[in-house]
């Protein structure tokens, strides 16, 4: 690790305020990619501002009408455990189950996940997959803007996320093919139903990070099953390639998926009330 | 059978430390005034190294030295060596380069070190080794050991030409030739042995330190063999003599192999502190271990088997290229000779076996033995031939290997090993009976009606572990004895201390050692302490590899534990004023025969060292008595696994749904401590077989050199395993032990394969069967059999 500054700011105005003015500064959240990066030397950022000395005013997982609302410093586990998104997102909640290991989903936060965006990420999936909004000190992000490209997102370098805005799907799953080694996505798929709206996020399998598939969720809107997407593949151009699996082998890996995220949605119970009238905070 | 003596699963002691976090590996250990010495690696597989310009790196700030490969020469500091002696078919012996534990001229892998920068902090001795400024002049590398003997293949030594270190063969070709030309049948594979990287728990580490009023060096290091570390640091690479070096191997985490060998980095490491006065730390980062531990495996082979019309093997012949990586390490050349073209019978009478092997140099990292070090290799070999030769006759795969098994002992191989004794029929039944093999048919059809494909295999492996004889290994070229030593102190208070040759770097030798010294003697197992892995401790010893430790090892200790109880009784006799011949010791008693007169164990230890019942010159006072142990034989275990699982076509990922392992270990000293073992060796086996595999570009970058990137066998990828065991005794050592480390990483491959080509009719797979690979393979099956589904 190279030598570096530390800032432990106490609140989140005087957290953007440092981001604005130091230079080469990079924002600690969990730690659990910045900190190996680090170790390895292949970051070397000037100055680090943690943000674990704010953590209340990024923290918790609330209902909010017909959301869930979780402050971007809330651990993997947490997700993975609260009562509140197992009852109403359970599928968010499946997800954040399998990131990792007990150690980073002890440490690791979605703010951090979303914020780095890593292509093989989960969390990227489930923001795209159910139409999330991302909100910061600056405003608000939807997803589908949110998401632009490897490691890429729509930050802005004193931009803060604070909270993750999930709306309530009537169905959603997800299903995660685990690189064997690293246990991130080689392939992960999250579908959702909710109203007429449907959606299929795609991470691990782009060489552009994550992604919707149109010509699936246009298959499912006709009914929301896996035999809509039977004989549907995607092309293997654009998708990654690696030691870990061809870009064909991931095209296919994005069908079995999908059809198994779609399984798994229609087997969860449904969200009570997921389909009453009501606005979705972040949405507007 | 008492509550902790041989046979009992005592809890191991050693483990309180371990688990409170007490152990003393060598990163604990921390000397006065020390500093820390980082690596500068090479970034190129294969570089002339120009200049290097080390003025920016010695002005940054805490850097105490700067050293590179023309210091080392300057110090006349020796090379690295091999210690086992091959010689080719044509009577030339093999081809070992220089290995400098600092490259000078050129860098031949990846990680091969060109200098190192000593400083007050490792970020200090980090942050100046990027201002090293080394000028390289960049040559093309071969990486692959198939392409290495070829035609233009980039020359790595001047002293191998087509980078081959020796062209071997062992058996009888003529015969072999003449048996395949009578064959009724002839089953062919080719085969790769994928490379594997060790992965102890705990990266090597060496600590040195330079006594200037002694001149003598202290070495702190992750060893399995301590005394064998200080013999060729000493005599062959030059650093000190045998007397002024003291090797110390304290709590060490795991080896597998990899810690047996000699590297540059501890013979560095010594240089340094007598360099710089002062006490010099390295630490392996796990990055660092991917690139300079030895790795294991890598042959690519071409094997045949002959059968007669009745399904009897009469012959094998194999032909292996085995990659030994840029350099050869300490024991490199024995294990794709005499530890693999010797286990090429597998459990099967066959007459005729004949095996080449070439050695091959690429610009890779060095590789060595690793869990069952040829051994693994031969008996994919073996039972992938036998597998593959039922199902192109048509037989069942285990009635076939029923018909070939050795069943009288001993038995002569043509490949130099004695079988002495087993019953291979015994453990396949037992296996066939825990995994319900009967059962097979129902539950392959279940899996097909859920869209799964469901495969079984067999591994019916041998393994010759104690490795020893002295004789023989000489023999073979070992330049080396392989016996075991023991030395028995008996405190005056009847406590007692081991001090044992072999090293425990995970196997529990503090524990089991205990067990048979508490057994013998009739004392509390707590009353014993085991002491290993110091040189200035132990007078001498080879250390632990081969599961070797309980077969040799402990032999050692029963013929040291004789001489205690002969000098015990001498000294009984004289207490209790009865004659020598008429004293019995047993259950911690000494009694004289045909009387009610009694010594206690403490009583007599406690009267060997006041010495008041007897003169000097009637007996010596004290009670410690040494021994050496080199076996006659080596020792054969032998079993069967039996691996069922599944494969999910969609994805091509498979599950291990069962897993039966029945082995002959001989006789057990802790069944939990074996149990554990087993548990291991399978783990590793299934890892070699599912997720593990080097894999190195053409400009021979090791490509998945990180935990992100090489898939290591988990917990939660393995099933519960059904373990048993059957016993015939080991006739060569007193105890009957054959030895249990490494039998779940030499069977496993092969049952796993086995299983998975059941599956998926066809044999077109190699290791490791990751998910991407099965999927591959299943496109061509579908294309190729476009109605089979």
Known sequence: MYNFSFHRPTGLRQASNMLGKLEEAKILAGGQTLIPTMKLRLASPGNIVDLNAIEAEMAGIELKGRSIVIGAMT??????????????????AYLASLIGDPAVRHRGTIGGSIANNDPNADYPAACLGLGATVITTKGKHAADDFFKGMFETALEGDEIITKVSFPIAKKAGYEKFKNQASRFALVGVFASKRGSEIRVAVTGAGANGVFRVPSFEEALKKRFAPKSLEGLTIPADGMNSDIHGSAEYRAHLVGVMARRAVTRANEAPEAPGSEAEGTDVGNG | MSATGIGAAVRRKEDFRFITGKGQYTDDISRPGQTYIHFVRSPHAHAKIRKIDNAAAKAMPGVVAVLTGADLANDKIGNLICGWAITSKDGTPMKMSAHPAIANVKACHVGDAVAVVIAETLGQAKDAGEKLVVDYEVLPAVADPAKAQAAGAPLIHDVAPNNTIYQWHLGDQKATDAAFKAANHVTKLDIINNRLVPNAIEPRAALADYDSGTDSLTLWNTSQNPHVARLVIAAFVGM???????????????????????????????????????????????????????????????????????GKITALRAKTIANLGAYMSTFSSSVPTYLYATLLSGQYGIANIYCEVDAVYTNTVPVDAYRGAGRPEATFVVERLVEVGAREMSMDPADLRKKNFVKSFPHQTPVIMAYDAGDYAASLKKAQEIADVKGFGKRKRDSARNGKLRGLGYSTYIEACGIAPSQAVGSLGAGVGLWESAEVRVNPTGSVEVLTGSHSHGQGHETTFAQLVAGRLGIPIENISIVHGDTDKVQFGMGTYGSRSGAVGMTAIVKALDKVEAKAKKVAAFMLEAAEGDIEFKDGKFTVAGTDKAAAWGDVALNAYIAHKFTGAELEPGLKEGAFYDPTNFTFPAGCHICELEIDPETGNTEIMGWTAVDDFGVIINPMIVEGQVHGGIAQGVGQALFEGTVYDKDGQLVNGSYMDYAMPRADYLPSFKIDTTETRCPSNPLGIKGCGEAGAIAAPAAVMNAITDALGTEDIAMPATPAAVWRTLQKVNTSRPAAA
Do not use: Q
């Open chain 1, 75 to 92: 651990r993997h586990a947490e997700v993975a455990n609260s009562a509140v998104v197992k009852e109403h997102l359970p599928a968010l």
């Open chain 2, 240 to 310: 000190a003599p045998e007397h002024k070096l003291r090797v110390i191997a304290p709590d060490v985490g795991g080896g597998f192999g990899s810690k047996i060998f000699i590297y540059p980095e501890e013979v560095v490491c010594l240089w340094a502190a007598r360099k710089v006065n002062r006490p010099v730390k390295w630490n392996s980062d796990r990055s660092e271990a991917f690139l300079t531990d030895a790795h294991g495996r890598d042959h690519v082979t071409h094997a045949e088997m002959a059968f007669d019309a009745e």
